[in-house]
């Protein structure tokens, strides 16, 4: 006896521009994300996909529904299939083959009915959410953490989540889990910067399977880079290695120089923050040198903007001050805020700290504190992100072990405690 053909699900994968092959790939990389396991046994073929299309499989394994449900916005049952208690009502042999014929074409014509209300999405919508990633970038840059900072972009992603759906193109599609990957890495970024740990796991996991969706390795890269600086947060220094090196290995770092001195950088950090100093010396002589090659006019994404000569003297001061060489340090701190754009106001008042923590480490404690009144005046008229308050904190630790009970640490320490509570 003929299967009934599974005209929904026909109509739906015509609609969105879907492939027999391109459903399936895109399924086992859903799949692989949520069950973590990368594995060639029960992968989901471009044979599956037309047994479901051919009504030969009228209700897909569960993993494989999860996937579909992910990828669609829609439930298996929406999408043409049946559950094991309905397929006795399927087709007994009292319908005849001309009445399922009749149910088909009727499914057919409400899906096609639902595309016609439904406008497709092409690059119009892509612009414009990439405009809005870039503000909401800019804001970043410019405040640092916030919450305003967060919701924005979680607004962002679940906007380009729900187009994909009605992309015009596969392209349009991977172009939109793109952009709502970048959105959810900012604001897991957000999120890292005000060191809202917990959240910030949450949308770095969410990150990191959107990327996947996107196949995306600049966007892998961001997340697995965020991941490292959530794991020294945690004081986990050997996850953000492990994560660092994970960033190293994406393509993109093959192709552009740029991503793998950042890869470096933060490799480099790492091995730092474990107290191995020959390692963290040549993480960032590679750092350095991949930068050497990078061609800064190229056209990039919009979060990696802040990575370049400027950054790269910061983490560099991040990495000799770790290592006991504050002169350097201190050295690479001017470097870096005499390069660092004005638009990035808040990794200037981060380089101010660290200029601050590398003279109190060579015990200038005038010159150090003096030093840090411009980290308030650099941020003035906009809340200290968390991490910023951290590395405060860290200075002002230091400052009282260095010289405690002395009218310096005193003074500051009243400066302190104003600047950290006003809003």
Not at 244 to 254: D, E, L
Not at 374 to 388: D, I, K, T, Y
Request: a positive charge.
């Amino acid at each position: 006896m003929p299967y009934a053909r599974n005209a929904v699900l026909i109509a739906w994968m015509k609609t969105n521009g879907w492939t027999a092959l391109e459903l399936a790939t895109a399924l086992n990389t859903v799949i692989t994300e949520v069950t973590q396991r990368i594995s060639t046994r029960g992968e989901l073929s471009e044979v599956t996909i037309r047994k479901w299309r051919s009504g030969e499989t009228t209700w897909p394994q569960s993993k494989a529904r999860m996937a579909l449900e992910r990828i669609s916005g829609r439930s298996a049952a929406d999408l043409g299939f049946l559950p094991p208690d309905r397929r006795k009502s399927r087709a007994t042999p009292e319908e005849p083959v001309g009445r399922r014929t009749l149910l088909a074409l009727a499914s057919t014509a409400g899906a096609a009915a639902l595309a016609r209300s439904s406008p497709s999405v092409g690059a119009s919508d892509v612009a414009r959410l990439r405009q809005q990633l870039d503000t909401v970038n800019a804001l970043d840059d410019q405040r640092g953490g916030h919450d305003r900072v967060e919701k924005a972009a979680l607004t962002g992603a679940q906007e380009a989540v729900s187009l994909q759906a009605r992309a015009a193109t596969q392209r349009t599609r991977q172009q939109l889990f793109a952009l709502a990957a970048d959105f959810t890495a900012t604001a897991a970024w957000s999120c890292v910067d005000a060191q809202e740990r917990a959240r910030a796991r949450t949308h770095l996991d969410r990150a990191l399977y959107l990327a996947g969706l996107a196949q995306d390795p600049a966007l892998t890269l961001r997340v697995w880079n965020s991941v490292s600086m959530l794991a020294h947060q945690q004081g986990d220094h050997a996850e953000a290695l492990a994560a660092g090196q994970a960033a190293k290995t994406t393509s993109v770092t093959r192709r552009d120089p740029l991503y793998a001195s950042l890869a470096h950088a933060r490799i480099a950090i790492a091995h730092a923050h474990l107290g191995e100093g020959r390692p963290a010396l040549r993480a960032l002589d590679l750092a350095a040198a991949s930068l050497d090659k990078a061609e800064h006019g190229r056209p990039r994404p919009s979060w990696i903007a802040f990575y370049g000569p400027a950054e790269l003297h910061a983490l560099t001061a991040i990495v000799r001050d770790r290592l006991g060489d504050a002169v350097y340090a201190e050295a690479a701190s001017f470097q870096a805020l005499a390069v660092l754009p004005d638009s990035f106001r808040r990794n200037r008042a981060l380089a101010t700290v660290r200029l601050s923590l590398a003279q109190l480490h060579q015990g200038d404690i005038d010159q150090a504190t003096a030093t840090t009144a411009n980290v308030f005046a650099e941020m003035r008229g906009a809340p200290l992100p968390g991490r910023m308050r951290s590395l405060l904190g860290e200075f002002h630790r230091d400052l009282i072990t260095l010289a405690p009970g002395s009218a310096t640490a005193l003074d500051w320490a009243d400066r302190y405690r104003t600047e950290w509570s006003r809003p």
